[in-house]
């Protein structure tokens, strides 16, 4: 059966830091580029960041280039999001998504498996 799931969000004050994982079961996850979508309340989902199966390219939407970078451990079979600079605009459920041999890019419709997401936070 295949899994992903999303821990590690919570709440944090502006400025601040989170990282958020993803566990993946049941598939080759090395084979997979992954991605995080975050969906803000009323909004449609937005793709975040994404990395491919090795992890040598990385990806990032323009508003949280500098502040997120995106990791994955493909021994442990986990995908990472370390959000530092945080503002109330980043706050929104993630989820993490998981594409076959894909790019890892934003077209969240090649994305084959997703999570259940976590709920990030950022206010004061």
């Known amino acids: 059966e295949v899994q992903l799931v999303e821990s590690g969000g919570g709440w944090v004050q502006p400025g601040g830091s989170l990282r958020v994982s993803c566990a993946a079961s049941?598939?080759?996850?090395?084979?997979?580029?992954m991605c995080w979508v975050r969906q803000a309340s009323g909004k449609g989902p937005e793709w975040v960041s994404g990395?491919?199966?090795?992890?040598?390219?990385?990806m990032y939407r323009d508003s949280v280039k500098g502040r997120f970078t995106i990791s994955r451990d493909n021994a442990k079979n986990t995908l990472y999001l370390q959000m530092n600079s945080l503002k109330p605009e980043d706050t929104a459920v993630y989820y993490c998504a998981a594409d076959y041999l894909g790019p890892g890019t934003e077209d969240i419709r090649r994305y084959d498996y997703w999570g259940q997401g976590t709920q990030v936070t950022v206010s004061s």
């Open positions: 049941g598939f080759t996850f090395s084979s997979y580029a």
């Open positions: 990395i491919d199966g090795d992890g040598r390219r990385t």
